[in-house]
C-alpha cells in the first residue's frame, strides 16, 4: 500500500520556524519529483515549492527565502523547513511525489499565530 505520510505541524508564532516532514511508504522517492502545497481556510490549494530529480528547487515567491525544501533518500523522507513564519502561512500543507501516478498526502496543519 502506497501512502505519503506528512507529520510536524503544529502551532506557532510569527517569527517562529517548523520543519514538516513527508515520510513514503510503498514508493521511493528516489530522483522522482517532488512538490509541497497549501491549502488555506476558503482558499484554493497553491503551490509552494517543488524539489526535482537533479535537486533543483523553486519555491513560490510567498515563501522564497524562508523555506526549504529537500530530501533525504536515505530515509525517503522529503522536508520542508519552514522559517519566519507568518500569519498568512496558516494552512494544511501536502507532499506529492509526482510521477504516473501521482501521490499525494493527507496532509498537516500548520497554524501561525500573530
Known amino acids: 500500500q502506497v501512502q505519503l505520510v506528512e507529520s510536524g505541524g503544529g502551532l506557532v508564532q510569527a517569527g517562529g520556524s517548523l520543519r514538516l516532514s513527508c515520510a513514503a511508504s510503498?514508493?521511493?522517492?528516489?530522483?522522482?519529483?517532488v512538490h509541497w502545497h497549501r491549502q488555506a481556510p476558503g482558499k484554493q490549494r497553491e503551490w509552494v515549492a517543488v524539489?526535482?530529480?537533479?535537486?533543483?528547487?523553486t519555491y513560490a515567491d510567498s515563501v522564497k527565502g524562508r523555506f526549504t525544501i529537500s530530501r533525504d533518500n536515505a530515509k525517503n523522507t522529503v522536508y520542508l523547513q519552514m522559517n519566519s513564519l507568518k500569519p498568512e502561512d496558516t494552512a494544511v500543507y501536502y507532499c506529492?511525489?509526482?510521477?504516473?501516478?501521482?501521490?499525494w498526502g493527507q496532509g498537516t496543519q500548520v497554524t501561525v499565530s500573530s
Open positions: 506529492g511525489r509526482i510521477g504516473v501516478p501521482t501521490y
Open positions: 510503498g514508493i521511493t522517492f528516489g530522483i522522482k519529483t
Open positions: 524539489l526535482n530529480g537533479g535537486g533543483t528547487t
